[in-house]
């Protein structure tokens, strides 16, 4: 089984940049996606962004989307997040989950198997 373990959270001003990566222990396949997902304060977990680990086909939320990037570097089993732009709105506690075949819907937080113990991210306004 894939444990994803996540790094890179911090206090960042309101404009600023922060990228979070994402190092997935065991065996990875392509057919495997790679998910960000974050939970603001009192509020539901929500999709950020997926990448097909073979492929490196990329999905985002559209709060996301001309901000955020999400990439893989295969070699090192990581997946990363640089979020640039950054708003208060963005704060939240970030989780990486991975969805192993069969699959489901990237943006569904159930569709994914396995999850990492989350960062946080905060943006002061």
């Known amino acids: 089984q894939v444990q994803p373990v996540e790094s890179g959270g911090g206090l960042v001003q309101a404009g600023g940049s922060l990228r979070l990566s994402c190092a997935a222990s065991?065996?990875?396949?392509?057919?495997?996606?790679m998910g960000w997902f974050r939970q603001p304060p009192g509020k539901e977990r929500e999709f950020v962004a997926a990448?097909?680990?073979?492929?490196?086909?990329?999905y985002y939320a559209d709060s996301v989307k001309g901000r955020f990037t999400i990439s893989r570097e295969n070699a090192k089993n990581t997946v990363y997040l640089q979020m640039n732009s950054l708003r208060p709105e963005d704060t939240a506690v970030y989780y990486c989950?991975?969805?192993?075949?069969?699959?489901?819907?990237?943006?569904?937080?159930?569709?994914?198997?396995?999850w990492g113990q989350g960062t946080q991210v905060t943006v002061s306004s």
């Open positions: 065991g065996r990875t396949f392509s057919s495997d996606v």
């Open positions: 990448i097909t680990w073979g492929g490196g086909i990329t």
């Open positions: 989950a991975v969805d192993r075949p069969p699959g489901g819907t990237y943006y569904e937080p159930k569709s994914y198997d396995s």
